[in-house]
């Protein structure tokens, strides 16, 4: 299959430690942010989204943290696992006009054990 | 289906070709959205549909691509003439209305 993300970022954590992916997004008129996680030959996936009227989510082992000020979002990995192995994208949108997303670079995350 | 799927999953054809690629949502759904993932990069938009009315198209690249969603299911995106720097994965992803957006397994196409 496919090998997605030759030469990204990459974060390389042992199993069982937290990881935190960081992103920024450019249009400070995005109000809709998701993470996805992309498994070798394998499409995105989607993981947690959020709304720009909070400023963190949680789910299962995940959290999303959103800084509208400086446009940073960031996502938490709770006691990293090797599934947790892939690269993750970051993605906004805006709901106030046409529904794309705009994907951010990947970040490759590489669980040791 | 369980999932989006597309087809043809690889497509190798000549330059000055042309080339369709399909996709079928997931039942029900009433966006579908048409993505371009080169090596290494995250998609990128190309145009989306809310059932049969194509709703944003500012992503395709130029008029050699077009892409139509006849009876709001099924859609289809078309390169005409295509060329070497059309290479690259194909993805479709559907979603309910303006929610999370599933995406499926993509079209690999080589221009040779």
């Known amino acids: 299959g496919e090998s997605v993300g030759l030469h990204l970022p990459t974060l390389s954590v042992q199993e069982g430690d937290n990881s935190i992916i960081n992103c920024a997004y450019s249009n400070s008129a995005s109000d809709y942010f998701i993470w996805y996680k992309q498994e070798s030959g394998k499409g995105p996936q989607f993981i947690i989204d959020i709304r720009s009227n909070m400023d963190k989510r949680q789910g299962q082992r995940v959290t999303v943290l959103l800084n509208k000020t400086v446009k940073h979002l960031s996502l938490q990995i709770a006691a990293t696992q090797p599934g947790d192995s892939a690269v993750y994208f970051c993605a906004e949108g805006w709901s106030g006009g046409t529904d794309k997303l705009i994907f951010g670079t990947g970040t490759r995350l590489q669980v040791f054990p | 289906g369980a999932g989006v799927s597309q087809s043809p999953r690889y497509k190798v054809t000549k330059r000055g070709q042309d080339v369709a690629l399909r996709c079928d949502p997931i039942s029900g759904h009433v966006s579908l959205y048409w993505y371009r993932q080169a090596l290494g990069q995250g998609p990128e938009f190309l145009t989306y549909?809310?059932?049969?009315?194509?709703?944003?198209k500012s992503g395709l690249p130029n008029d050699r691509f077009s892409a139509e969603r006849p009876e709001g299911s099924i859609s289809t995106l078309t390169i005409q003439r295509t060329e070497q720097r059309d290479s690259a994965m194909y993805r479709c992803?559907?979603?309910?209305?303006?929610?999370?957006?599933?995406f499926g397994p993509g079209t690999r196409l080589t221009v040779l």
């Open positions: 992803a559907s979603s309910l209305f303006n929610t999370e957006q599933f």
């Open positions: 549909f809310n059932y049969e009315a194509q709703q944003d």
